[in-house]
């Protein structure tokens, strides 16, 4: 059974730092492509950012408001996706959801986390 | 950005009628090997998203057969034969080929 299971949530100032983690389960991790996805309060998805495999170049893409400042990278060895956020701001405020392309070479949409993390950027 | 742009909105539906959502999308998403890049998420209630319909018209394991995708290059339509109480929900359309990934503003069916 596929799962993604997302922690590292919490509370945070303006200006901090926090990193999620996404650990997956029943797939391949290292062949997936994995992305983070997030929603703020009573919002629409909004995508974060994706990595590739290591076959495809681990290459990171990410959206223009979180460039510069958040970092994806995986670990193969544990199967974990995570998200390293830096100089954070109010507007990050928002679920942060991970999603997997478990077969990018045949492409069969994402599959997402259970509940996703809760990120609260408050002063 | 690619955008895409979401009809209705707001959907309310009486159970056991049909129901239709469209997706716009202001770039083509017609890629090179011959496949459309659209995908159908639901989020119900309290819930992440999750798959629905993938490259267009593609259900995914385990979504019921009264949901089905259509169309090609920069128009979409989902469609749920006849509604149910389970179907409520946001309903997103999103484009897999194009970076960044972007979805629709999302649709809200709820039962009449």
């Known amino acids: 059974d596929v799962q993604l299971v997302e922690s590292g949530g919490g509370f945070i100032k303006p200006g901090g730092s926090l990193r999620l983690s996404c650990a997956v389960s029943?797939?391949?991790?290292?062949?997936?492509?994995m992305s983070w996805v997030r929603q703020a309060p009573g919002k629409g998805l909004e995508w974060v950012g994706r990595?590739?495999?290591?076959?495809?170049?681990?290459?990171?893409d990410y959206a223009a408001p979180v460039k510069g400042r958040f970092t994806i990278f995986r670990d193969d060895s544990q199967s974990t996706l995570y998200l390293e956020m830096n100089s954070l701001k109010t507007e990050d405020t928002a679920v942060y959801y991970c999603?997997?392309?478990?077969?990018?070479?045949?492409?069969?949409?994402?599959?997402?986390g259970g509940q996703g993390t809760l990120v609260t950027v408050s002063s | 950005d690619t955008v895409m742009t979401q009809s209705p909105l707001s959907l309310p539906v009486t159970p056991g009628e049909p129901a239709s959502i469209s997706c716009k999308s202001s770039?083509?998403?017609?890629?090179?090997?011959?496949?459309?890049?659209l995908d159908w998420y639901l989020q119900r209630p309290g819930q992440s998203p999750q798959l629905l319909i993938y490259?267009?018209?593609n259900r995914a394991s385990g979504v019921p057969d009264r949901f089905s995708g259509s169309g090609s290059g920069t128009d979409f339509t989902l469609e749920i034969s006849r509604v149910e109480a389970e179907d409520v929900g946001v309903y997103y359309c999103?484009?897999?080929?194009?970076?960044?990934?972007?979805f629709g503003q999302g649709t809200k069916l709820e039962i009449k």
């Open positions: 999103m484009q897999a080929l194009h970076t960044p990934r972007t």
């Open positions: 770039e083509s998403l017609l890629r090179f090997n011959g496949y459309t890049y």
């Open positions: 490259l267009v018209s």
């Open positions: 029943g797939f391949t991790f290292s062949d997936a492509w």
């Open positions: 990595v590739k495999s290591k076959t495809d170049g681990e290459t990171v």
């Open positions: 999603t997997a392309i478990i077969t990018p070479d045949d492409y069969a949409g994402e599959r997402w």
